[in-house]
């Protein structure tokens, strides 16, 4: 099955300063990449997405970027801000048979900006 | 917050217990998850279900069991609650495919004593 690694573990940075999130996943059949936040006693929210026929996506201060033939993908986001705290949750999704529908996680980032 | 709803909110509970944890959604999605999570392992699948009445196992499905009889709700039950399942459990929610948004619910957090 998709095994999905995430680093680094944690992520100190000030703020206006940029955040750099990496991910590997194992299955080359994944082809749906999600980023969540998680603010702190909250429910995971999808911030950002991408599919395997595009390389990069940007949606204001957050962009992802996806390397297939190196199995990775990263979560960068400018300009930090204080709300910007949080968990980050990188994911794989695929298409077939053993992963149709599932969504294989990696471990999580703790990002802290610090003013 | 509407659409997908977990219940209880907090549960403590006693070693050897049976205890159910909820969900329901109204967006008629096929698929829904449960997910536990603890400090370094970040959300692990323990069950998930493409449609009513069709579930399988996720990767840690040990001491849990689930049903689907209706699309909308997705019971988790612990059928005898050990210190180790003490965690926060999430059910989520997506439509079908490999490549659609999943949703989450608040969580439920689980003590065994």
């Known amino acids: 099955g998709e095994n999905v690694e995430q680093h680094p573990s944690t992520l100190s940075v000030q703020e206006g300063d940029s955040a750099v999130i990496k991910c590997t996943y194992s299955?080359?059949?994944?082809?749906?990449f999600p980023w969540y936040k998680q603010e702190l006693g909250k429910r995971p929210q999808l911030i950002i997405d991408?599919?395997?026929?595009?390389g990069e996506k940007k949606d204001q201060r957050i962009a992802v970027t996806l390397n297939k033939t190196a199995k990775h993908f990263s979560l960068h986001i400018t300009e930090t801000q204080p709300e910007d705290s949080a968990v980050y949750f990188c994911a794989a999704s695929g298409t077939t048979t053993d992963s149709w529908g599932k969504l294989q996680f990696g471990a999580g980032t703790q990002v802290v900006v610090t003013p | 917050d509407a659409g997908i709803t977990q219940s209880p909110r907090y549960k403590i509970t006693e070693t050897g217990r049976q205890v159910t944890l909820m969900c329901h959604q109204t967006?008629?999605?096929?698929?829904m998850f449960w997910y536990r999570q603890d400090l370094g392992h970040g959300l692990r699948l323990i069950y998930y279900s493409a449609a009513a009445d069709i579930t399988d196992k996720g990767e840690v499905p040990d001491g849990y069991v689930v049903s689907r009889s209706k699309t909308e709700n997705f019971p988790l039950t612990l059928e005898s609650a050990t210190r180790s399942q003490t965690s926060v459990y999430f059910c989520?929610?997506?439509?079908?495919?490999?490549?659609?948004?999943?949703?989450f619910g608040q969580g439920t957090r689980l003590t065994v004593v």
């Open positions: 299955d080359s059949a994944s082809n749906y």
């Open positions: 991408i599919r395997s026929n595009v």
């Open positions: 967006w008629s999605h096929s698929y």
């Open positions: 989520a929610s997506r439509l079908p495919g490999g490549n659609t948004e999943a949703f």
